[in-house]
């Protein structure tokens, strides 16, 4: 995943109303889930889960690149998801996903985790086909050199940092909301 990372990352770095941190779960050693329940129902009691949610608490949006195996993300992927709850509510979601089929089977679970999540997942995404992932793989291709993926990761960029500035502003409506409530 470091190549399509990195080249998404270079992307979205670009853009001028984002700040961009790249997020490698290779840096955050999560066991397979062994928590009492959800981190929405009972606090984690794994210290690589506690510093995993205060990292995803601390974005107002995300772009995934993932991986299809199976049909599917990559189990490590669906793990740091799960552990991992309201961390990710109200923030939008967008996709790289690259595989035989442009990893779009992985992204499509994805959405629907997402949505569970009270995430918003972005219509736009970007498919990088096995033909494409193999040529760059191979070093006979660059990412940046596929127009049809550049253009359809300048868009993911922009509806991923369009949804972050307004559920951004009415996640703060929200918490002014429940103040004045409480008061």
Do not use: C
Not at 60 to 83: C, M, Q, R, S, W
Not at 112 to 140: C, N, T
């Amino acid at each position: 995943a470091d190549v399509p990372t990195e080249w998404i990352a270079k992307i979205a770095k670009a853009h001028a109303d984002i700040d961009v941190e790249v997020v490698d779960l290779r840096d955050f050693p999560l066991p397979f889930f062994d928590e009492v329940a959800s981190s929405a129902w009972a606090p984690s009691q794994n210290e690589v889960a506690q510093r995993w949610q205060k990292k995803v608490a601390s974005f107002d949006g995300f772009i995934f690149t993932a991986a299809e195996y199976n049909h599917g993300p990559t189990g490590v992927l669906k793990n740091a998801i799960d552990y991992a709850a309201n961390e990710w509510n109200k923030k939008p979601a967008g996709f790289v996903g690259y595989g035989s089929v442009g990893g779009s089977r992985a992204v499509e679970q994805l959405r629907l985790y997402a949505v569970e999540l009270q995430m918003a997942p972005v219509k736009s995404a970007v498919h990088i086909a096995w033909g494409d992932f193999l040529a760059v793989r191979q070093g006979e291709k660059k990412l940046e050199d596929l127009e049809h993926l550049n253009q359809a990761a300048a868009a993911l960029v922009n509806d991923v940092a369009w949804w972050a500035k307004v559920l951004k502003a009415a996640r703060a409506a929200d918490a002014i909301t429940a103040e004045a409530k409480a008061a």
